[in-house]
């Protein structure tokens, strides 16, 4: 079976060729409006962690500089064909997001979205992001969390049951709070959609 890092690099490099497909309506729909919100927010030196297929890339500006860290090489490859199109200069980096491959204090920006509900330990990912952003540098963060309708609630943690087995897939995570307990200063947040998906700013003290 392997470990949980190599079975969700093998998910997402079967995945990568269609993910966009897959993915495009319900982006649109539920996800657009706080990857946009971010990347107005994103400036310097920017990291992405799980940066995926790039679907963050139209909302940064063209003035930050960009690396993007993904366990996926084919996922990767997708992000920088995108990248190239637009015109972007980035730097590209197959690596895990539970051990990221960089220097502590070297981001201005860390940016992360929809991809803390896949990370099999997703509190050392956070860790990890804590470590690599300079002080008081930002802490841009996106994904979906436990809902604040308790019926959309337990349907979340039913889902869960079932994902979190067959593709690592958890509905109930939430990392502001995590982050608070890691003592990070929480700058701004929002939920949209019952609840489900939660943006956050953060600064590292």
Known sequence: MGTAEERQRDLWDRTAERYDRLVGPLDRRFMAASRRWIGERAVGEVLEVAVGTGLNLPHFSLDVRLTGVDISAPMLAAARAKADAAGMDARWVEGDAE??????????????????????????????????????????LADHVPSTNPVL?????????????????????????????????????GRLHFGIIEHLHARKQ
């Open 99 to 140: 051990d990221l491959p960089f220097d502590d204090d070297s981001f201005d920006t860390v940016v992360s979205t929809f991809a803390m509900c896949g990370f099999p330990d997703y509190d050392k990912a956070l860790s990890e992001i804590v470590r690599v952003v300079r002080p008081n540098g930002r802490i841009l």
């Open 153 to 189: 609630h337990l349907l979340q943690k039913g889902l869960e049951a079932v994902t979190s087995r067959a593709n690592g897939e958890y509905w109930t995570r939430r990392p502001l709070p995590r982050l608070e307990r890691m003592g990070v200063r929480i700058v701004d947040a």
